[in-house]
C-alpha cells in the first residue's frame, strides 16, 4: 500500500507539470459552459439543451472524456520512457498500477465535477432560473462517478495498448463520440431511432441521469405545449445499469490488459 501512494503522488506531480491538465480539465468545461450560455441568450432561450439545468450534466460527461486523454497520455508516456519497466522489478501488482494512475485522474474529476457545479450555480443564478440544491448537486456528482471511472479507465487501457504518438489520436475519437452522442448539447430526445442508438452507449445515459437529478426539461413538450420534466422511471433504471455494465467492463479489461502487458516485458 505504501508503494501504491508513493505512485500516487508521483502522479500527482507529473500531472501537475503538465499545462495541458489546466488547459483540457479546467478551462475548457469553463470555455464551453460560457459559449452555450451566450448561445442561449442570443438565441431567445429557444435552445432548451443549453438551459443550465440541461447543459451542466453534459459538460460534466464530456468534460471526463477528457481524463481519458490525460490519462492515456501519461501512461503511454511511462510506457515510451521505460518508467514502467524500471517499475515492474518492484513487488507491485498490476491493481496497484492501475490504482495509481486511477487515484489521481479520479480527483482531477472530481474538481471538474466542482467546477461545472459552481458554473452552474453562477449562470442559473444570473439568468433568474437558478440550478438546483446543494444535496441534489453532490447526488449528481456522485451519480457521474461511474462514466468519470469508465473514462479514466479507458484511458489507461488505451495508454497500455498505445504509444504516445496514437494514444491521442485514439482518444479523440472517443472524445467525440461521447459529444456526439453523449447529448451534451444535441437535443437527442428529438431523434428517434439515433436517441434509441446513443442509450445503449454509457454517454447519454449517464446525461439522462444527471438532468433528472437536477429537473431539466426535455426538448419536446407534451400535446398541450406544457414542458416535460426527465424523471427516474424504468428507463433511468436501465440507464444505470447499463453504466456500470461499462464500468465492470473498463474494470476487468483494464486489469486484463496491464497484466499481460506486465507480463509480456518480464
Given at each position: 500500500?505504501?508503494?501504491?501512494?508513493?505512485?500516487i503522488?508521483?502522479n500527482?506531480?507529473?500531472?501537475?507539470r503538465?499545462?495541458?491538465?489546466?488547459?483540457?480539465?479546467?478551462?475548457?468545461?469553463?470555455?464551453?459552459?460560457?459559449?452555450?450560455?451566450i448561445?442561449?441568450?442570443?438565441?431567445?432561450?429557444?435552445?432548451?439543451?443549453?438551459?443550465?439545468?440541461?447543459?451542466?450534466?453534459?459538460?460534466?460527461?464530456?468534460?471526463?472524456?477528457?481524463?481519458?486523454?490525460?490519462?492515456?497520455?501519461?501512461?503511454s508516456?511511462?510506457?515510451?520512457?521505460?518508467?514502467?519497466?524500471?517499475?515492474?522489478?518492484?513487488?507491485?501488482?498490476?491493481?496497484n498500477?492501475?490504482?495509481?494512475?486511477?487515484?489521481p485522474?479520479?480527483?482531477?474529476g472530481?474538481?471538474q465535477?466542482?467546477?461545472?457545479?459552481i458554473?452552474?450555480?453562477?449562470?442559473?443564478?444570473?439568468?433568474?432560473?437558478?440550478?438546483?440544491s446543494?444535496?441534489?448537486?453532490?447526488?449528481?456528482?456522485?451519480?457521474?462517478?461511474?462514466?468519470?471511472?469508465f473514462?479514466?479507465?479507458?484511458?489507461?487501457?488505451?495508454?497500455?495498448?498505445?504509444?504516445?504518438k496514437?494514444?491521442?489520436?485514439?482518444?479523440?475519437?472517443?472524445?467525440s463520440?461521447?459529444?456526439?452522442?453523449?447529448?451534451?448539447?444535441?437535443?437527442?430526445?428529438?431523434?428517434?431511432?439515433?436517441?434509441a442508438?446513443?442509450?445503449?452507449?454509457?454517454?447519454?445515459?449517464?446525461?439522462?441521469?444527471?438532468r433528472?437529478?437536477?429537473?431539466?426539461?426535455?426538448?419536446?413538450?407534451?400535446e398541450?405545449?406544457?414542458r416535460?420534466?426527465?424523471?427516474f422511471s424504468?428507463?433511468?433504471?436501465?440507464?444505470?445499469?447499463?453504466?456500470?455494465?461499462?464500468?465492470?467492463?473498463?474494470?476487468?479489461s483494464?486489469?486484463?490488459?496491464?497484466n499481460?502487458k506486465?507480463?509480456?516485458?518480464?
Amino acid at each position: 500500500m505504501k508503494k501504491t501512494l508513493i505512485f500516487i503522488k508521483r502522479n500527482l506531480i507529473e500531472m501537475s507539470r503538465d499545462p495541458l491538465l489546466y488547459i483540457f480539465c479546467a478551462g475548457f468545461p469553463i470555455l464551453m459552459t460560457l459559449m452555450f450560455q451566450i448561445i442561449l441568450k442570443y438565441s431567445g432561450g429557444e435552445t432548451p439543451v443549453f438551459e443550465v439545468k440541461s447543459l451542466i450534466p453534459g459538460i460534466m460527461m464530456f468534460s471526463y472524456s477528457l481524463l481519458m486523454l490525460m490519462s492515456s497520455l501519461l501512461v503511454s508516456k511511462d510506457k515510451t520512457s521505460a518508467f514502467l519497466k524500471r517499475l515492474y522489478t518492484s513487488p507491485m501488482k498490476s491493481y496497484n498500477y492501475i490504482i495509481g494512475y486511477f487515484i489521481p485522474f479520479l480527483i482531477i474529476g472530481i474538481i471538474q465535477s466542482f467546477i461545472c457545479i459552481i458554473l452552474g450555480y453562477i449562470f442559473g443564478s444570473t439568468s433568474g432560473t437558478g440550478f438546483t440544491s446543494f444535496p441534489q448537486a453532490l447526488l449528481l456528482i456522485v451519480s457521474m462517478l461511474p462514466i468519470m471511472s469508465f473514462n479514466i479507465l479507458l484511458g489507461i487501457l488505451l495508454g497500455t495498448i498505445l504509444n504516445d504518438k496514437s494514444a491521442p489520436a485514439i482518444t479523440s475519437i472517443f472524445i467525440s463520440c461521447s459529444g456526439v452522442v453523449g447529448g451534451a448539447w444535441m437535443p437527442i430526445d428529438t431523434m428517434g431511432d439515433f436517441e434509441a442508438f446513443a442509450s445503449y452507449l454509457p454517454f447519454y445515459p449517464s446525461v439522462y441521469i444527471g438532468r433528472v437529478i437536477t429537473g431539466a426539461y426535455h426538448t419536446i413538450p407534451d400535446e398541450l405545449g406544457n414542458r416535460i420534466q426527465y424523471a427516474f422511471s424504468d428507463r433511468g433504471v436501465v440507464f444505470l445499469v447499463i453504466t456500470f455494465i461499462y464500468l465492470l467492463v473498463s474494470v476487468v479489461s483494464a486489469i486484463v490488459v496491464f497484466n499481460k502487458k506486465l507480463k509480456s516485458d518480464n
